[in-house]
T-cell receptor, first 116, second 111 residues
């Protein structure tokens, strides 16, 4: 079964805790992305990675960290420094690691994070 | 000024009618445009991509792009209740493959 998997589907975090969201893909895509979606708003880019061992900050990277040690995996850590982390987190991939301006992005099923 | 703007809706249409969803964008150099459908609680799924001025048809869906007016639209013919969802417009911006999303238009198709 091919595609993008995200786990867990639901995650609850206490104040002051760091949590890590998993994103795995077997599409052999070079690029991977993390977005955050808040109710009634569009998706906002947190981090992206065009190739293994390289990643760049997106528009709202503060309070988040990532790693890209393997092509298939791009985990996102939500740190205690993120003031309002309750949101729907979406991982996406695209075939090309280099900007072509036309590359389509495909989304995983998402993780819904709630801060208690 | 938001980079991609959509009417939040809801847009309510009767079953069998044509639903017209609109999107405007501010970056004149944008070249690529995408329509995603998002059901409540689910992740976005790609419906259409369009890169050139004019119309692009795929089944019941037609995307229309007018770069001079900085306007992109999605038409859904023979609308079905299963089309009820939020439709997100997105364009690629910047020196890398960064998608800029609108906030989405909620479509409700009633029997």
């Amino acid at each position: 079964d091919g595609g993008i998997t995200q786990s867990p589907k639901y995650l609850f975090r206490k104040e002051g805790q760091n949590v890590t969201l998993s994103c795995e893909q077997n599409l052999n895509h070079d690029a991977m992305y993390w977005y955050r979606q808040d109710p009634g708003q569009g998706l906002r880019l947190i981090y992206y990675s065009q190739i293994v061992n390289d990643f760049q900050k997106g528009d709202i990277a503060e309070g988040y960290s990532v790693s890209r040690e393997k092509k298939e995996s791009f985990p996102l850590t939500v740190t205690s420094a993120q003031k309002n982390p309750t949101a729907f987190y979406l991982c996406a991939t695209s075939p090309s690691g280099r900007a072509k301006g036309t590359d389509t992005q495909y989304f995983g099923p998402g993780t819904r994070l709630t801060v208690l | 000024q938001k980079e991609v703007e959509q009417n939040s809706g809801p847009l309510s249409v009767p079953e069998g009618a044509i639903a017209s969803l609109n999107c405007t964008y501010s970056d004149r150099v944008s070249q690529s445009f995408f329509w995603y459908r998002q059901y409540s609680g689910k992740s976005p799924e790609l419906i259409m991509s369009i890169y050139s001025n004019g119309d692009k048809e795929d089944g019941r869906f037609t995307a229309q792009l007018n770069k001079a007016s900085q306007y992109v639209s999605l038409l859904i013919r023979d609308s079905q209740p299963s089309d009820s969802a939020t439709y997100l417009c997105a364009t690629i911006s910047g020196g890398y493959n960064k998608l800029i999303f609108g906030a989405g238009t909620r479509l409700a198709v009633h029997p």
